[in-house]
């Protein structure tokens, strides 16, 4: 009766041994696959891409229209194995009132607003960006606005190993399509993002020397991804990597992105600390900063 008790015992440990032995391989696997996926997406300025370590994702943030759109790749798990993907698109700042819900199907439409659901309904536009994005192997989830933002969720039976560049950037582009339509019929425009350190008080656009907008209180200026690259590529020779690079230098308070919402990370140049969004490549100078660290080439 001992052995075959002992005997039962070393065979469940066995079997957990190749449980555990087998996840751990395919978790390697998946990551692999991701780090495969970062390197092609490195090689394109039309988006910016960085690794999610919590889940073997990626985080990918791209500008279409004036508007950033933040998308996460997330491996699904059938059993142990990652056998689809989950995609989930946001796109902020589109001047829709929080309160307002939009939920959109190419079978009909419903929200808690009359009016919205009366222009979309009108809209061949919306109807033709919207069955755009309920084909070609997806199963999509969500597609509507909630909160002030447009979010498109869906699921795609493939593998990061098989998913190649062009597609991202058609995925990417049928959303900002669907945000562009929405943003026709219903009248939008872009609200101007808030200050990051004001909180309440909206940035102005491009009114900088390098396009940069600035907040009409505190004086600080925000940097889309041209303005950091002039600025510190063409004018210093840094490499965005070289930039990335710097991240964890300094500690401080992590503001919020103007243009993505990923929170900044402090990195020090010059002996002055500034906010480097890792997300979409923009930057947050303090007043006097942007002249400082231009060797007064840019006023402010």
Partial sequence: MIVSVTGVLLGAIAMGGAVAGRYLYLEA???RERDALLALLADTSALTAEPIEVNAGVHITASRNGRSIALELIPMRRGFDATSLHWSFHVFDLGVPLERTLFLSPYGNSGNHEDTLARVRDSARVHLAVRA????????QSCGLSEGALVVAADE???FSQLQVPEVLRRIDEVAELCAALAEALDL???SPLCPMCESVHLRDGVGQLMESVCPNCKGRFLPPSAVERLFGEERGMTPGELRAK??????ERLC???????MSPVVIDAHIVDLCTGCGSMWLDATELEDLS?????E
């Avoid at 060797?295 to 006023?299: D, T």
């Fill in 29 to 31: 696997r998946a990551k």
């Fill in 133 to 140: 994005l309920f084909h070609n192997n997806w199963v999509t």
């Fill in 157 to 159: 039976q493939t593998r």
């Fill in 189 to 191: 425009s872009a609200q």
């Fill in 247 to 252: 991240v964890g230098d300094a500690t401080g």
């Fill in 257 to 263: 992105c103007p243009g993505c919402q990923t929170r």
């Fill in 295 to 299: 060797g007064g080439r840019y006023r």
